[in-house]
């Protein structure tokens, strides 16, 4: 029987069927089942029986950083409850695996412990992207070993800007646009769990293109190594 994997998709303004469909693709063929849940309370609900492996693509926030999100919250306005916030840190940090993609960096405001499960992430005020369009991703040194793709890969996306990953993580992939190399993807150790973050992929076009797709299947074949005591 296959390892299961867990996908929480779902959210605001983003094409998030088309994108999990991109993304079930790559996990299957990396040796896992899939089932998609796109209610925050049942996925959690779902980790009393760990699975192999949560992936997160969703966009749920407070929404109340700026009048242009008033007409949407009633539909996706969301503030994680702290329980909710233990049973996800604490399914990584018993030895569970978290692939973390785009907007799901930016989820969770109200949880400071979202940005330490996951090592960094969007800070409003802070963080932001300009408009979509060509970017130019490259390898690092430990995504080039890890990714059989092209160590330099033209991708159409949204670059992410000072998403600020910490010490203990080891940046896969960077971007340089406005304001230096920004730091895209990452993986690192979370307890006795992995996590791995990619801040690409705002549609199925970009998880599939060459190069992102060889990285996003490195990071899950990361995730699946021996747990770390």
Known sequence: MAARALI???GYSHPFGESTGALVGIIEECGYDTLIEEDIDAAIAALADPPAMLAVNT?????TQHAKYAPDRDRFA???PDSHMDALADYVASGGRMFVIHVSTICFDTQPRWHEVMGGGWT???SHHPPMGEIDISLTEAGAEH?????QFPLLDEAYH??????DCTVLATCEIE?????LAWVRKFGKGR???DALGHDARSINARGHRELITAQIEWLKGASDA
Do not use: C, H, I, T
């Open 8 to 10: 929480l998709s779902g």
């Open 78 to 80: 969301y503030e994680l």
């Open 147 to 151: 990714s059989a793709g092209p160590a």
């Open 59 to 63: 966009l749920r926030w407070s929404m």
């Open 124 to 126: 409003w005020g802070r």
């Open 162 to 167: 000072n998403l600020d990953p910490r010490e």
């Open 179 to 183: 304001e230096g190399p920004q730091p």
């Open 195 to 197: 996590v791995a973050v």
